[in-house]
């Protein structure tokens, strides 16, 4: 690792490798708190020292295992952290540390956006966006949306057996009108006429119909109707980017 170092460090006056390994650590140890794991942290900072680099040269220098280097790589340049700008061999730069924070700052922005809605929503039942209704009501309304639906049903939910318990029959009964019905669930299920989407980051269970009515709840315990559109729309969101 030394001698690769000692070579990156000729650009930088004055180079005192014991205060480089101090940035060094507190560098990945920050990009470790916004996600990453640690080959990657690592990567990514001695890629950003190094100006630019192949990943056998960064793996060297970062004290990489190359077995694995290329796939630290791969999920960088997935997640928008580093840039190919070479075909053979492939050359990565970093992606600035400006564009990243901008970036995420933009997803957690919108995020809470939703949260805010959902919140607005259920604390004060602004225009009648959100009801609370009681669980017989809840499959009422289940089975009368499932009746009206005329082209797509879409459910996400991140306790499928304890859905599929309640909801099986009126599931078989919305594949047998011909609607599309898609599910979105942390595990992969096979179901005929379902098509299955895997979601780790269901956390609400969920069931639209036709984009138009929704049914929620997170505990199982309170439940939710809506029809109010724009809140629907926040909602399904998920669904463009799964399906």
Not at 88 to 92: F, H, L, Q, S
Not at 185 to 189: A, D, H, L, Y
Not at 214 to 221: C, D, H, R, V
Not at 223 to 243: D, L, M
């Given at each position: ?23 060094t ?59 190919v700008?070479?075909e ?5 730069r970093?992606?600035?540390?400006e ?12 995020c ?23 669980p ?27 859905f ?10 919305a ?5 599309r019905?898609?599910?979105l ?5 096979n ?17 639209v119909?036709?984009?138009?009515a ?8 309170d ?21």
């Open positions: 690792m030394y001698e690769a170092l000692f070579e990156v460090l000729k650009g930088f006056e004055n180079a005192d490798l014991a205060e480089f390994e101090r940035l650590s507190n560098a990945i140890s920050a990009m470790e708190s916004i996600g990453l794991c640690k080959a990657e942290a690592r990567a990514y900072v001695y890629l950003f020292v190094s100006g630019y680099g192949t990943v056998d040269l960064i793996a060297g220098i970062a004290s990489l295992p190359r077995t694995s280097a290329y796939r630290t790589f791969r999920n960088l340049e997935k997640k928008g952290f580093v840039r700008i070479g053979e061999p492939r050359i990565y970093v992606v600035s540390p564009i990243i924070a901008s970036n995420l700052a933009g997803r957690i922005a919108e809470f956006e939703t949260l805010e809605k959902y919140r607005n929503a259920l604390e004060d039942g602004r225009a009648g966006a959100v009801l609370k209704v009681k017989e009501e809840f499959w009422k309304k289940f089975n009368l949306m499932i009746d009206t639906c005329e082209r797509e049903l879409l459910i996400s939910t991140p306790q499928f057996s304890k599929w318990k309640e909801c099986a029959g009126a599931v078989q009964h594949v047998a009108k011909g609607l019905v898609v599910v669930t942390p595990k992969s299920v179901l005929n006429g379902v098509e299955c989407v895997v979601d780790g980051s269901i956390r609400t269970t969920e069931i119909a036709d984009r138009k929704m049914l929620f709840t997170a505990n199982w315990k439940f939710y109707f809506t029809t109010q559109p724009e809140f629907i729309a926040h909602v399904t969101v998920r669904w463009k980017k799964s399906i």
